[in-house]
């Protein structure tokens, strides 16, 4: 089934997002519109390619990416109950009609060993922000198993990336800035939606 970058943006809208966020996992789902803001910008990438979600928390991109049509997608997450969440979103699409080749694995990137690479590796990881080098961890991980490498951080992070990507044989393409949407879920957060700006960054091997 083909749809639309706008239909997915409104499927994904309305599937379960975490139940109880860990702070120190800094959990929060990816929106719908910034899901399809990076659909348009890394479609290419992913059309009929196998892909890995790194820290895919209740499957928001992991689906983005299938629904886009890539031809599997493995999500992997350290927090088995943001892994049920994503089972329980699975059929819900699923019960809609969909087709998705996609699978989940519990596992901490740190420690995460894959026998096979995969085409693609896309992520909206932790920022580093509750715990230091936790960006750092997920890049050189993605870097191990995938050629290109699709990563949301924070804003100001472009000088990092290209360093650390360039420490890692590989090159930043392209970036891009939107704000990510985030509903009040830690204590720390003062309204009720705020705007958070990331930078998306496109990273291939050189
Ligand atoms: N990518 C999802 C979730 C983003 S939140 C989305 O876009 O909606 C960041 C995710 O990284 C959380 O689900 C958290 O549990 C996971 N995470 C944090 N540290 C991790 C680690 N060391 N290994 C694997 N997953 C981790």
């Not at 994904?12 to 120190?24: R, T």
């Not at 329980?88 to 087709?99: E, T």
């Not at 230091?132 to 951080?153: H, N, P, Q, T």
Request: net charge positive; proline share 3%.
């Amino acid at each position: 089934m083909k749809i639309s970058f706008k239909e997915i943006e409104i499927l994904v809208s309305q599937l379960y997002g975490f139940d109880e966020p860990k702070v120190f996992l800094e959990q929060y789902e990816t929106d719908g519109k910034t899901v399809s803001f990076f659909l348009q910008k890394a479609y290419q990438d992913l059309i009929r390619k196998s892909v890995v979600d790194l820290g895919c928390g209740t499957g928001i991109l992991t689906f983005a990416a299938v629904l886009a049509s890539s031809k599997f997608v493995l999500g992997v997450d350290v927090d088995i109950s943001a892994l049920k969440i994503a089972l329980k979103n699975k059929k819900i699409l699923a019960d809609l009609g969909f087709s998705l080749p996609v699978d989940f694995l519990c596992a901490d990137v740190k420690k995460l060993y894959l026998k096979k690479k995969f085409d693609v590796c896309i992520m909206n990881p932790p920022f580093g922000i509750q715990r230091k080098g936790a960006d750092r961890i997920f890049l050189k991980k993605a870097f191990e198993i995938s050629d290109v490498v699709w990563c949301f951080l924070s804003q100001n992070s472009e000088p990092f990336v290209r360093k650390f990507s360039e420490e890692n044989g590989f090159c930043v393409t392209s970036s891009f800035k939107t704000k990510i949407q985030l509903r009040r879920k830690f204590f720390f957060h003062k309204k009720n939606v705020e705007f958070l700006p990331v930078d998306i960054y496109r990273i291939e091997r050189k």
